[in-house]
């Protein structure tokens, strides 16, 4: 199994960018799908999550941000609107799956993706 995510850039504060995460190789099911990220100095800390029927978003980018899924696609996006310059991070995305029927859930990461917001 492969999380590939894609979508960082540069932009500018005010601006937008959107976020791809696709989910390759052997997969039955995908449970939980969410975005964290890192920025320098700090913490990995989550951003917003999304299972089949719910969304949760960090205090800090609600309103902001949202979280969505394709399900025909195996991939998870977020939408990034109003960036500010503390938005800048490696943001990763994360999924849990079970790749075979009845064997059991693992969690993942993908490689991270860097998003620059600059004043």
């Known amino acids: 199994v492969q999380l590939q995510a894609s979508g960082g850039g540069l932009v500018q504060a005010g601006g937008s960018l959107r976020l791809s995460c696709v989910v390759s190789?052997?997969?039955?099911?995908?449970?939980?799908m969410g975005w964290y990220r890192q920025a320098p100095g700090k913490q990995r800390e989550l951003v917003a999550v999304?299972?089949?029927?719910?969304?949760s978003y960090a205090d800090s980018v609600k309103g902001r941000f949202t979280v969505y899924r394709d399900n025909t696609k195996n991939t998870v996006y977020l939408q990034m609107n109003s960036l500010k310059p503390e938005d800048t991070a490696v943001y990763y995305c994360?999924?849990?799956?079970?790749?075979?029927?009845?064997?059991?859930?693992?969690?993942?990461w993908g490689q991270g993706t860097l998003v620059t917001v600059s004043s």
């Open positions: 190789g052997s997969i039955f099911s995908i449970n939980v």
């Open positions: 994360n999924a849990d799956i079970r790749s075979v029927a009845g064997t059991r859930i693992k969690n993942y």
């Open positions: 999304i299972t089949s029927a719910t969304t």
